[in-house]
């Protein structure tokens, strides 16, 4: 009975983010309403090339199906926000998104998870690995007592400890990549995500001969 284990590292190709953004005031013009601001950031993401799809709604606050907030005229009235889900499959995407979103309307920019959309093959790739991993492993001990090995008598799987669930980053893990301005970024050395890195070992009974 013998132990394999394969490894890979992979790159994540779906980033999640989520964007809040909130109604706010600007000198002379009065308040901007959500509607706006709704409709200007689906107009940045479509400029960078997101299809409708990777835009979600995350959540609403200050909003229950009917805009109470806009009758009251004092200004202590209710700032509606409204929370989007963003996929990107890169970075360079979100830098892009970065640059066009109004500074007064975003009160939050935060990548929640970072996965990728092959996971499963990735997964059934290790698991064969793995497997020929401990063949091999058996073969040159039995040969080291002068045996050889004949067939597989079983195979078990571990518990996939070393698959990750969708990576779950806090704030302050990338918030230096948007605290600057777009030309200030544009002006430091690119900075990416680093690999995700996958593990899978089987436990295998093979008979001697």
């Known amino acids: 009975q013998v132990a394999g284990s394969a490894e890979m590292e992979i790159i994540p190709d779906e980033i999640y983010v989520v964007v809040t953004l909130k109604e706010y005031e600007k000198r002379g013009v009065g308040k901007i309403d959500l509607e706006k601001i709704k409709s200007d950031f689906l107009g940045f993401c479509r400029a960078i090339g997101l299809s409708d799809s990777a835009v979600s709604i995350a959540s609403y606050e200050g909003h229950n199906n009917y805009p109470w907030w806009k009758k009251r005229k004092t200004k202590d009235e209710l700032y509606a926000s409204i929370s989007y889900q963003v996929k990107f499959s890169n970075s360079k995407k979100m830098d892009e998104l970065v640059e066009k979103l109004d500074e007064d309307a975003t009160q939050n920019f935060a990548i929640s998870k970072v996965w990728h959309s092959k996971m499963q093959e990735h997964r059934m790739k290790l698991k064969i690995e793995a497997t020929k991993a401990a063949r091999n492993k058996a073969g040159y001990m039995a040969e080291a007592v ?29 918030a230096f990549r948007y605290a600057a301005r777009a030309d200030a970024m544009a002006e430091t050395p690119a900075v990416d995500f680093k690999n995700i890195k996958l593990r899978y070992e089987v436990k295998a009974t093979f008979a001697l001969q």
């Open 146 to 174: 002068g045996e050889k090995i004949g067939e597989a008598v079983s195979i078990v799987e571990s518990d996939e400890p070393g698959f990750p669930r969708p990576y779950e980053l806090s704030q302050e893990n990338v």
